[in-house]
């Protein structure tokens, strides 16, 4: 075994510094006023470039484009996640209760936008079904009393599709608006409080939600959407009541899809590294079942829910109604911070797995109007996507679970695939379109419950949670309860309230450690943990890892208390016996057994014994896992260590990142082996 030996003096932290100086040191110095104004009205080329490269990546990767290794890969992958999205994009429209070519228009602007400003090389935008879900309960509750009635004319349903659309939109903007002013204040960092355990959970109960809500259009029943708390048991007993209404056609087709499309999803995933490109059952089956439907005219026959018209051409530009947007604000900021926490959960994933640089928050410095501030690159590609995609009749939009995984299992390597995807998706938009008048809903509900195969399969996770963290376990199933329960919005704030209280309780719930020293080491150990680790006779040495503030003060209180054995009592007896010391009373030496003498003052008739040698002399605290402390944990603070020296007890610290105005510097050191050797060489 290799050895070490190190020879040094004593360090106290006021020492160290004077000696090897200090961060602050290194720091250059603040800009004047005058210089930070200077700095912020000029802009040199280099700095444009920088800037421009940042906001708008594509000038940062395509001039970098390696045509023959990427171009095929990115072909291919684009072709076959413009596929998926045409039939999954007119699914998850019914899902936000909108038209269904309003889903082709979210399919196609927001992957052109995020092309040109995203970082996520494989990241794969569009509709989700999770946001979709959310963006269609708002819209059913603000809009209740406008539902799509078959017995409606046309010109009720147009009306109602139009209010609906303009909702959806409106959202839209405001949710890419709040990304926006995210970006501006740097306020990327809020979506960390959307754990991974809540993500998870949430979307596993929202595939429920989606699920539930889709059986009534897989049997054809037409029932309006429940809204609020309970809905899913709502929905279904709603279902229960009017199994008797079933299309029996309906029921059929529903039966028939997912009897074809469950098996397709299964060969996909297992077979996913040796498929040049995924099956794609889902856009087979549209072309099948509109093609069945028109030339058996079923629609008529057995009275089946079409998609109808769906009209061909570009969507002309249009300002959402912007005078619902005070209704729909508290809502919008649960759809932002889901679809970012997704977009930059799945960006992180593909980019770590590719080895390529991605930070929602990165820490290069750019100058935007030349203003130093930190790059959110995803934030406001997001953002802007989702506010000019608003203009364009589209809904909430961002990166999807299903679609990014097809991307990066179909080769692709960078964000032009992107572009084919788009080109995929205008095709149908300006001349297919209307060919799939006659598709049924059944069909889209179908295709909406398969799409969910990996939010249900996050079920997995959990026994491997449960080893790992029972805490994060807890979490998870708070907030899975919480959506399923209640509505998908009070569920989150329910599962992020409860992992921060966890975060709390934890901090609350930390043990005062008692150190003691390895034989024959500087190496300082729980005593507890360790078995060969042995407390220094006369020392006390204490590590607190957790911050100390109001809401654990007490309890920190207790457990030093318990740890040092400092009681009022004791600390009244010293003070006694240290006046009498002062006074110059009458003093005998009282010899025990083992010959070590102990000072015994005799006064009234009463003995009071100053010291022994079992006593404490030294409390060592390392304050290395305080990593802050508030004004009542300092006032505390400072209390326990005034009562230690009344106690006639020595304090040291180390570690002390706090102000220590009240402390002298020969009570802060750099390690517990500098403190331990002073107090050992002071005893």
Not at 123 to 131: E, I, N, P, R
Not at 424 to 451: D, E, Q, R, Y
Request: charged share 15%.
């Amino acid at each position: 075994m290799s050895t070490l030996a190190v020879c040094r003096s004593i360090y106290t932290e006021e020492q160290f510094k004077k000696i090897y100086g200090t961060a602050k040191e290194l720091e250059r110095p603040p800009l004047s006023l005058k210089d930070r104004i200077s700095r912020s009205c000029t802009c040199s080329a280099h700095t444009f470039v920088h800037v421009l490269k940042h906001r708008v990546p594509i000038t940062n990767w395509l001039p970098r484009y390696k045509l023959k290794k990427w171009l095929l890969g990115d072909f291919i992958a684009g072709l076959t996640v413009g596929i998926v999205h045409i039939p999954q994009g007119m699914a998850f429209a019914l899902l936000t209760s909108v038209a269904p070519v309003y889903g082709l228009y979210t399919s196609f602007f927001p992957v052109i936008l995020y092309m040109l400003l995203g970082t996520g090389h494989h990241v794969s935008t569009g509709t989700f079904a999770v946001l979709s879900l959310m963006t269609g309960s708002v819209i059913d509750e603000h809009l209740a009393q406008n539902s799509l009635d078959r017995n409606l004319t046309s010109e009720e349903q147009s009306h109602i599709v139009a209010q609906r659309i303009g909702m959806a939109a409106a959202i839209a903007f405001l949710m890419g608006l709040i990304m926006v002013v995210m970006f501006v204040l740097q306020l990327g960092f809020l979506s960390t409080y959307l754990s991974e355990p809540i993500v998870k959970a949430f979307t596993n109960a929202a595939a429920f939600h989606v699920t539930i809500s889709q059986i009534q259009s897989m049997l054809g029943l037409p029932l309006p959407r429940h809204t609020g708390s309970f809905t899913i048991f709502k929905t279904l007993a709603s279902v229960v009541t009017s199994l008797q209404m079933t299309n029996v056609a309906e029921l059929v087709i529903s039966i028939l899809c997912l009897t074809v499309l469950i098996p397709i999803k299964e060969l996909n995933a297992r077979f996913r590294s040796k498929l040049r490109t995924p099956i794609p059952g889902e856009i087979v089956m549209v072309l099948v079942a509109t093609g069945i439907t028109f030339a058996s005219s079923l629609d008529s026959r057995y009275n089946i829910q079409i998609v109808g018209s769906v009209p061909a051409g570009f969507p002309a530009p249009k300002l959402p109604p912007l005078k619902i947007i005070p209704n729909v604000v508290g809502d919008t900021i649960a759809i932002t911070f889901v679809g970012y926490a997704v977009s930059v959960s799945l960006a992180m994933i593909y980019s770590e797995k590719h080895r390529y640089s991605i930070d929602p928050n990165q820490a290069s410095t750019c100058f935007f109007f030349l203003n130093e501030q930190l790059c959110f690159c995803e934030l406001l590609a997001h953002g802007i996507s989702n506010m000019v995609s608003s203009l364009f009749y589209c809904f909430p939009s961002s990166a999807t679970l299903a679609t990014t995984n097809i991307l990066e299992s179909a080769g692709g390597y960078t964000q032009l695939s992107g572009f084919f995807t788009s080109c995929v998706v205008l095709v149908v938009m300006i001349w297919v379109g209307p060919l799939f008048n006659c598709l049924p809903k059944a069909v889209l509900a179908c295709i909406n419950v398969v799409s969910l195969r990996q939010m249900f399969l996050q079920f997995r996770d959990l026994p491997e949670l449960w080893k790992i963290s029972r805490t994060d376990f807890s979490v998870w199933v708070v907030t899975w309860l919480a959506v399923i329960i209640l509505n998908v919005e009070v569920g989150l704030a329910v599962g992020v309230v409860f992992s921060m209280m966890t975060v709390v309780c934890r901090t609350q719930r930390a043990q005062c450690s008692v150190m003691g020293r390895a034989v024959n080491t500087e190496i300082y150990r729980p005593v507890q943990q360790n078995d060969k680790c042995f407390e220094i006779p006369g020392l006390k040495i204490l590590s607190y890892s957790s911050p100390i503030y109001y809401g654990n003060r007490d309890l920190f209180k207790e457990a030093m208390n318990r740890s040092v054995g400092l009681t009022q009592e004791k600390i009244r007896k010293k003070e006694k016996a240290l006046r009498v010391l002062e006074q110059g009373k009458k003093m005998s030496i009282a010899v025990v057994d083992s010959g070590i003498t102990n000072p015994v003052f005799h006064q009234d008739g009463c003995i009071l014994q100053v010291e022994s040698d079992t006593e404490i002399k030294s409390i060592i605290i390392d304050c290395s896992g305080v990593i802050f402390i508030d004004i009542a944990g300092a006032r505390l603070f400072i209390q326990r260590c005034i009562d230690c020296e009344k106690a006639g007890m020595h304090y040291f610290l180390l570690d002390v990142m706090w102000n220590r105005n009240h402390l002298s510097d020969q009570q802060v050191f750099v390690t517990v082996h500098d403190a331990v050797c002073y107090a050992e060489h002071n005893m």
